[in-house]
């Protein structure tokens, strides 16, 4: 089944075309825009009008691509930035009537449970459960520039065409409630501590002082701790990264100046790596950062926020490494998209 997934989230407006068969999902298209639709949104819970009017320039781009490939489904996927601004709907009505993009605002369980199945869909080939001490789960992290994502279960096994791609966003136009995804977490939360939201809260400074930074810290670990019951940590036992931090931390690391999913998907990065780049960052204006090998440009101002969400993160759930990921929301849309 042809499928088209769209992903408008606050910092970057993605694009999916694919094809699922017996429940693996076949690339065709993969596009990613900034566009930093959450700009000012935490505070002022309104879309910025510049912001908009970029978005919609995308997603105007978006849509012609989406008539070409000629899907027999297709879905926008609206989340943090859409939840909280009290225009997001009538922004999505304007992008449906004008563009004919069906949408659905998801909620940030569903979100997070998408991604986990998008993620489970995508392990690399070996990737096992019961890697430290027994711990049968995975995480899947999904940092976003509104909020953060955690869904933890056991590791899905390859999906048969009996219940391939099984998922609530079957149905054009989607109904008012979301089904089980593909492979399903036990435990899915999501926090309002993305990276944009982060740095407009928190870093005045560029960069930011250490006062800011340990501020943001805190923040960040105190949220953690109060959302993830003790339980669900200690059966982590694999970490997956997905989205635009964990890939641009591998894109700097290995200094690829012209950017391979390839590469990066299923690639390591250590918790020590992960404190070496905060430090690195930190001596770093955003203008400097944006010269790094890897930094996609509109991401120079938020890898610093992405780098302390990844570390506390890991931190939570005792794990010393995050496999990252190119499979995640996106992939998990699509294929809850080919229910038949």
Same mark, same amino acid.
């Given at each position: 089944?042809?499928?088209?997934?769209?992903?408008?989230?606050?910092?970057?407006?993605?694009?999916?075309?694919?094809?699922?068969?017996?429940?693996?999902?076949?690339?065709?298209?993969?596009?990613?825009?900034?566009?930093?639709?959450?700009?000012?949104?935490?505070?002022?819970?309104?879309?910025?009008?510049?912001?908009?009017?970029?978005?919609?320039?995308?997603?105007?781009?978006?849509?012609?691509?989406?008539?070409?490939?000629?899907?027999?489904?297709?879905?926008?996927?609206?989340?943090?930035?859409?939840?909280?601004?009290?225009?997001?709907?009538?922004?999505?009505?304007?992008?449906?009537?004008?563009?004919?993009?069906?949408?659905?605002?998801?909620?940030?369980?569903?979100?997070?449970?998408?991604?986990?199945?998008?993620?489970?869909?995508?392990?690399?080939?070996?990737?096992?459960?019961?890697?430290?001490?027994?711990?049968?789960?995975?995480?899947?992290?999904?940092?976003?520039?509104?909020?953060?994502?955690?869904?933890?279960?056991?590791?899905?096994?390859?999906?048969?065409?009996?219940?391939?791609?099984?998922?609530?966003?079957?149905?054009?136009?989607?109904?008012?409630?979301?089904?089980?995804?593909?492979?399903?977490?036990?435990?899915?939360?999501?926090?309002?501590?993305?990276?944009?939201?982060?740095?407009?809260?928190?870093?005045?400074?560029?960069?930011?002082?250490?006062?800011?930074? *340990?501020? !943001?810290?805190? &923040?960040?670990?105190?949220?953690? #701790? %109060? @959302? /993830?019951?003790?339980?669900? $940590?200690?059966?982590?036992?694999?970490?997956?990264?997905?989205?635009?931090?964990?890939?641009? *931390?591998? !894109?700097?690391? &290995?200094?690829?100046?012209?950017? #391979? %999913? @390839? /590469?990066?998907?299923?690639? $390591?990065?250590?918790?020590?790596?992960?404190?070496?780049?905060?430090?690195?960052?930190?001596?770093?204006?955003?203008?400097?950062?944006?010269?790094?090998?890897?930094?996609?440009?509109?991401?120079?101002?938020?890898?610093?926020?992405?780098?302390?969400?990844?570390?506390?993160?890991?931190?939570?759930?005792?794990?010393?490494?995050?496999?990252?990921?190119?499979?995640?929301?996106?992939?998990?849309?699509?294929?809850?998209?080919?229910?038949?």
């Amino acid at each position: 089944m042809k499928v088209a997934a769209l992903d408008v989230g606050t910092n970057t407006v993605r694009l999916l075309l694919g094809e699922v068969d017996g429940g693996r999902l076949t690339d065709h298209l993969r596009e990613t825009t900034i566009t930093r639709l959450g700009l000012g949104v935490d505070q002022a819970r309104r879309l910025d009008p510049d912001a908009a009017s970029r978005t919609r320039v995308c997603l105007e781009r978006y849509a012609t691509r989406v008539r070409e490939f000629r899907p027999e489904r297709s879905l926008l996927v609206a989340t943090s930035v859409l939840r909280d601004a009290a225009d997001g709907r009538a922004f999505l009505e304007g992008v449906e009537a004008d563009f004919g993009l069906p949408w659905r605002i998801v909620t940030g369980e569903e979100e997070a449970a998408l991604s986990f199945a998008g993620a489970a869909s995508g392990l690399p080939a070996g990737m096992g459960a019961g890697t430290l001490s027994g711990r049968a789960a995975m995480v899947a992290i999904d940092i976003g520039g509104g909020s953060l994502e955690l869904a933890v279960g056991p590791l899905a096994k390859p999906p048969s065409s009996a219940n391939a791609g099984r998922s609530s966003l079957a149905v054009v136009p989607p109904g008012p409630s979301l089904p089980t995804p593909p492979a399903s977490p036990s435990f899915a939360r999501s926090l309002d501590v993305g990276v944009v939201r982060l740095t407009e809260r928190f870093f005045a400074h560029d960069p930011p002082t250490d006062e800011e930074w *340990l501020t !943001a810290q805190v &923040l960040v670990r105190t949220t953690l #701790d %109060r @959302a /993830v019951p003790a339980e669900v $940590r200690s059966s982590v036992g694999l970490a997956v990264g997905l989205a635009g931090t964990f890939t641009t *931390l591998v !894109a700097v690391k &290995l200094e690829l100046a012209v950017y #391979d %999913r @390839a /590469v990066v998907h299923g690639h $390591r990065l250590t918790r020590d790596e992960l404190t070496a780049a905060a430090l690195r960052f930190r001596a770093m204006t955003s203008a400097q950062r944006g010269r790094l090998p890897g930094i996609q440009r509109g991401r120079e101002d938020v890898i610093l926020a992405g780098v302390l969400l990844a570390a506390e993160t890991l931190d939570l759930f005792e794990q010393r490494a995050v496999v990252v990921s190119e499979a995640d929301l996106l992939d998990g849309i699509a294929l809850s998209l080919a229910v038949d």
